[in-house]
């Protein structure tokens, strides 16, 4: 079974809360975590709220990194989507795991674009068949 794409869906509880409302600093990591990762980046941007809180994004090449924080709580939801597979985002999300300073994190990964090629590389999914493909 191929896949167009990996998408890691990472929760981060007990970060620091500074960090995670400084909009610089989050930027900064996450810039770094992709680049660490191999990732050719597109663009950024980032925005601040108020009174806390901090959203934004990586486009990459291969698709794109996603946060929103939510400092009062010491959490922060990530959201790494690559496409093809030279890239690794685990290594995006253990960067972030670490410059988080996250003392608890949860994550799972999903396999996107589910499909079986055949003679000439044409996509054989169907939705239907979509529980027989997540084994």
């Known amino acids: 079974m191929e896949a167009l794409g990996r998408q890691i869906l990472v929760e981060f509880y007990e970060c620091n809360d500074e960090v995670l409302n400084d909009v610089a600093q989050i930027e900064a990591i996450l810039l770094e975590g992709t680049r660490a990762s191999g990732a050719s980046i597109i663009s950024h941007k980032f925005h601040k709220f108020s009174p806390?809180?901090?959203?934004?994004?990586?486009?990459?090449?291969?698709?794109?990194?996603?946060?929103?924080?939510?400092?009062?709580?010491?959490?922060?939801?990530?959201?790494?989507f690559t496409c093809g597979d030279t890239i690794d985002p685990?290594?995006?999300?253990?960067?972030?795991?670490?410059?988080?300073?996250?003392?608890?994190?949860?994550?799972?990964?999903?396999?996107?674009?589910?499909f079986k090629v055949a003679e000439g590389q044409k996509l054989l999914f169907k939705p239907e068949n979509a529980a027989k493909f997540n084994n």
């Open 52 to 80: 806390h809180g901090v959203s934004g994004m990586v486009v990459i090449a291969e698709s794109h990194v996603a946060i929103h924080t939510w400092p009062e709580y010491s959490y922060a939801a990530v959201d790494i």
């Open 90 to 114: 685990w290594i995006i999300q253990e960067h972030l795991k670490e410059h988080f300073e996250s003392r608890n994190t949860s994550a799972m990964e999903l396999k996107r674009g589910m």
